[in-house]
């Protein structure tokens, strides 16, 4: 069977989860295990970066294992337990929903197309009245500000940001990263933190998105 692996995979957590299994494993909680989720998540990038096949598939493998793990554990919760075909079951659903011209009847012309859809039926989803609904504060600054960035394009929001350093219109990953880097290099020979730096102008930022939504009410949905 295709899947059999996986049911393997399935019945070895379920194994090392339960009484007589392993110490350690029935040990772990949701959030002791959060660190190795994270963790599990560079090295994937890592091995993607150097092209290196095996590293991959090794990765994916651990990253899978978290999956596993986690939702092994969800089946013990006496409140509101769920398992893997919940959640294999869920993510399945959820791709059908957001993917109507290829399970609809809806047509697009571009990739573009089907990334505002897939925003547009998200925040439908979810009853989002903010483009800062969803967006996890916790992630690193210069991420959680993109995402920010992103999301108020989308939604067309008109906020005005200071650009003391501007971009040509021919500038380059290669030369923005050489410019963050530089900018980097000063910050630290003067002993600021950038990262700080960077989360409270985000935080600033936010404040500003909110400020404008109730300015102007409206949906976020593009």
Known sequence: MADSQLI????VMDRLRSPGGCLWDAEQTHETLLKYLLEESYEYIEAVEDGDRVAMQEELGDLLLQVYFHSRMAEEDPVAPFSID??????????????????????????????????????QEKGRTSATEGVPLGQPALALASKLL???EKFNYEIPVEHPVKLS???TEEELGTLIFGLLDQAVAQGLDAEAALRAATKQYITAIHDYEAEQPRATTP
């Open 86 to 123: 919940d959640v294999a079951a869920t993510v399945a659903d959820k791709l059908i929903r957001r993917h109507p011209h290829v399970f609809g009847d809806v047509k697009v012309s571009s990739s573009a197309e089907v990334l505002e859809n897939w925003e547009a039926l998200k925040a």
């Open 150 to 152: 992103y999301r108020t």
């Open 8 to 11: 393997r995979l399935r019945e």
């Open 169 to 171: 219109e021919t500038s």
